[in-house]
T-cell receptor
């Protein structure tokens, strides 16, 4: 069974630009969660979607948004990029309760 | 604020020894508990899940849960150099998965 895929794997953007990251979950998984990982803060929760509905949202500014499509694929958008947005963005998929999550390889975003 | 605490390490153990990794959590309503392994430059990999008090064994790994003490642990028997990684504890109740900052394990050959 194919794992979680994320595109692109690496991205370099400049301050003020926007970016869209994509995630395809494991086949049959209806939930997708997004995380930001930085060396200082560890894994920080961004969003959780289940069957196209946002179930939970983390403490990130409104510049961070996401959505999930009917085929369970998900996208995350960050507008007006800041230097502090440089991080590894991870997507994880789950069937649902009890919420075992499986991570994709991540997208490494660098903002210059 | 739901919190998950782990000793950051590094925890150094000799090859063949038992590595013991510990985690405490603040939300008494937590129901699902997970251990992830993350190699440097890679994404987290789920290695154990546990939902009820007691021990759960899978190969060289044993997860232990004590809900009364709000404590989860992971034991790695016969530790190998390939086990050297950061181990993340994650906890879920009625809120999204909360991760600890991880314990770095180093297995010395």
């Amino acid at each position: 069974k194919a794992g979680v895929t994320q595109t692109p794997r690496y991205l370099i953007k400049t301050r003020g630009q926007q970016v869209t990251l994509s995630c395809s979950p494991i086949s049959g998984h209806r939930s997708v969660s997004w995380y930001q990982q930085t060396p200082g803060q560890g894994l920080q929760f961004l969003f959780e979607y289940f069957s196209e509905t946002q179930r939970n949202k983390g403490n990130f500014p409104g510049r961070f948004s996401g959505r999930q499509f009917s085929n369970s694929r998900s996208e995350m958008n960050v507008s007006t990029l800041e230097l502090g947005d440089s991080a590894l963005y991870l997507c994880a998929s789950s069937k649902g309760p009890p919420w075992e999550q499986y991570f994709g390889p991540g997208t490494r975003l660098t903002v210059t | 604020q739901k919190e998950v605490e782990q000793n950051s390490g590094p925890l150094s153990v000799p090859e063949g020894a038992i590595a013991s990794l510990n985690c405490t959590y603040s939300d008494r309503g937590s129901q699902s508990f997970f251990w992830y392994r993350q190699y440097s430059g890679k994404s987290p990999e789920l290695i154990m899940s546990i939902y009820s008090n007691g021990d759960k064994e899978d190969g060289r790994f044993t997860a232990q849960l004590n809900k009364a003490s709000q404590y989860v642990s992971l034991l790695i028997r016969d530790s190998q150099p390939s086990d050297s990684a950061t181990y993340l504890c994650a906890v879920r109740g009625n809120t999204p998965l909360v991760f600890g900052k991880g314990t770095r394990l180093s297995v010395i050959a």
